[in-house]
């Protein structure tokens, strides 16, 4: 391997010791009641960010207070030597897709049937140390 190949891989590595990442698959609710929640956080310090899921009404609330923490402790495994009150860890980036959906029919008047579609998400979320300090 090259010398600029070699430091331009290391630069690399460095570059993705500083963000975590977490991944929800097939959550059973609709995108669009996660994203309102997902929406609150994005761009909030961690600590903020667990406040607002704790306390709010939310059902998915939940789901992405537990996603958020094995974020954190993703982003603690890769760098065991630092602290996280240090770091001043931010949600950089928070996705909410639609997932698979599952089709039922419900009957409906006089003979026929409608679809009901019963959707999923898919939510990725990225923590990572805040590089610039802003109050």
Known sequence: MGSRKKQMADAIKEGK?????AKLNNCPTSPRKMRLVADLVRGERVEKALSILKFSQKEASNKLEKLLLSAIANWQSKNEDASIEDAELVVKEIRVDGGTMLKRLRPAPQGRAHRIRKRSNHVTLVVGA?????S
């Open 130 to 134: 805040n590089n610039n300090t802003q």
């Open 17 to 21: 010791k500083q963000v975590a990442f």
